[in-house]
């Protein structure tokens, strides 16, 4: 199957060339989703490998976290920051698919995430997905769950009122503006679960919080841990 995938992958690049998202360079043979120079200075975390670290610690008495990381550091001005951009205002989402399967290679091969039961992402409201055409946090949450090899779960939670976006707001505006805004639909599906929250960038927390105190509050005997794609030094309270 795999020779199969390779051959199609072959006969797709001389019709469609793949890019980096990151360079722009033509990618080869065996680089899926950014090229090797890109994949070399990648600015990863490593939060992933720690069980105890600088965004697991965001959380402490707020919200009860077993696991949290991001996989990038997000870094204003660079060609990585663009990457987040584009897939989630740009269209990109097989971008956003393919840098979660990274992700979720490197949360399966730390051996740290191994218990998580189902990935739920951060919902959009459904006037927002309307607009935008598709959810970017599910696209990584689906590239996660395929390397953790378990099932994403985007219908027993859900965005019931529409909100700005975080990024129009300050800081202490943030945590006003998610207040209320999720509602969990199937209880069900999820309890007796570890589930793995999952967001495209974290900034305040906020977002995620709400979220996962939305379900603490509706769904007896689960456990929550969290993973997004990229976050900031400052955000996690790291000095440069």
């Not at 043979?29 to 697991?56: D, F, I």
């Not at 459904?126 to 599910?138: D, I, K, P, T």
Request: with cysteine; hydrophobic share 40%; charged share 25%.
């Amino acid at each position: 199957m795999s020779i199969l995938n390779d051959m199609m992958r072959d006969v797709l690049s001389l019709v469609i060339p793949a890019s980096c998202p990151v360079c722009g360079k033509r990618l080869g043979r065996g680089e899926a989703v950014v090229c090797a120079s890109c994949e070399v200075t990648a600015p990863l975390t490593n939060l992933w490998r720690e069980p105890h670290n600088p965004m697991n610690e965001r959380f402490w008495g707020l919200m009860p976290v077993e696991r949290a990381s991001a996989f990038l550091w997000y870094v204003e001005g660079s060609a990585w920051r663009d990457v987040v951009h584009n897939f989630k205002y740009g269209g990109q989402w097989r971008v956003a698919y393919n840098m979660g399967r990274w992700f979720g290679a490197e949360l399966r091969e730390s051996g740290l995430y191994a218990d998580v039961d189902v990935v739920v992402p951060v919902p959009l409201h459904l006037a927002r997905r309307m607009w935008r055409g598709y959810n970017q946090s599910e696209y990584i949450a689906r590239g996660i769950a395929r390397e953790l090899g378990v099932k994403v779960d985007t219908r027993s939670v859900g965005r019931h009122r529409y909100n700005s976006s975080q990024t129009h707001h300050r800081k202490v505006e943030r945590w006003d503006n998610v207040e209320g805004i999720f509602r969990v639909r199937r209880a069900d599906a999820l309890r007796g679960k570890h589930i793995l929250l999952v967001d495209d960038v974290f900034t305040t927390g906020a977002t995620i919080m709400s979220l996962g105190e939305t379900i603490l509050r509706s769904i007896e005997d689960v456990r929550l841990s969290v993973a997004t794609l990229a976050t900031s030094r400052h955000s996690l309270h790291i000095k440069p």
